[in-house]
């Protein structure tokens, strides 16, 4: 198993430029949810899905869109980045249900200039 | 809200113990504990669900006091691959969803 893939590992955009964070996981996870990292600030949702087909905002939605077409994969997009989405982005998945652990993957570190 | 985490930042030389807490001022359901080393993803350590009992491996071990709202992670005889971001995780009590809301983190460096 591959578990959590994402793609790119890095990027930098231009401010109003548009991009779309790949997300990816091989274990039939039902819940599937992207994170934002800064420096001193923990993690903090943005999106999650429960399955396909259903989506959610989380903690810090602005300026992002999400879908899930499929079990496997939730893209983030970025409509029209902003220096303040300067940050590291994690995509995580786990089995429906709070007791368990999630699965994250191994990060985007996106500039935007 | 996320939940509060203390100390911000420990130093121990290798074979100390610390302790981490995570404080939330809602009832909580679960707590997760993760630890995150610089330019990794976090690595999942242990859950702690409302009723349940202390968990722990090896030398890492977590509480979680119900009447306090509070869990507390407990390292003893520290080694050096200790060092890293620990960050406490929780779920809320009635709040129907899957979402975790994290701490800040505390920065633990062990030294030799």
């Known amino acids: 198993n591959a578990g959590v893939t994402q793609t790119p590992k890095f990027q930098v955009l231009k401010t109003g430029q548009s991009m779309t964070l790949q997300c990816a996981q091989d274990?039939?996870?039902?819940?599937m949810s992207w994170y934002r990292q800064d420096p001193g600030m923990g993690l903090r949702l943005i999106h999650y899905?429960?399955?396909?087909?259903?989506?959610d905002q989380g903690e810090v939605p602005n300026g992002y869109n999400v879908s899930r077409s499929t079990t496997e994969d939730f893209p983030l997009r970025l409509l029209s980045a902003a220096p303040s989405q300067t940050s590291v982005y994690f995509c995580?998945?786990?089995?429906?249900?709070?007791?368990?652990?999630?699965?994250f993957g191994p990060g985007t570190r996106l500039t935007v200039t | 809200q996320q939940p509060v985490q203390s100390p911000q930042a420990v130093i121990l030389r290798e074979g100390e113990d610390a302790v981490i807490n995570c404080s939330s001022s809602?009832?909580?359901?679960?707590v997760h504990w993760y630890r995150q080393k610089h330019g990794e993803a976090p690595v999942f350590l242990m859950i702690l669900l409302k009723g349940g009992e202390q968990k722990g491996h090896d030398k890492i071990s977590a509480s979680f006091n119900e009447k306090k709202q509070q869990s507390s992670l407990y390292l003893t005889a520290s080694q050096l691959s200790y060092s890293g971001t620990y960050f406490c995780?929780?779920?809320?009590?009635?709040?129907?969803?899957?979402?975790?809301?994290f701490g800040k983190g505390t920065k633990l460096s062990v030294i030799p």
């Open positions: 809602k009832a909580l359901y679960s």
């Open positions: 899905s429960v399955g396909a087909g259903i989506t």
């Open positions: 995780g929780v779920t809320y009590s009635g709040a129907g969803s899957y979402q975790l809301t």
């Open positions: 274990m039939n996870h039902e819940y």
């Open positions: 995580a998945s786990s089995p429906t249900g709070v007791g368990y652990e999630q699965y």
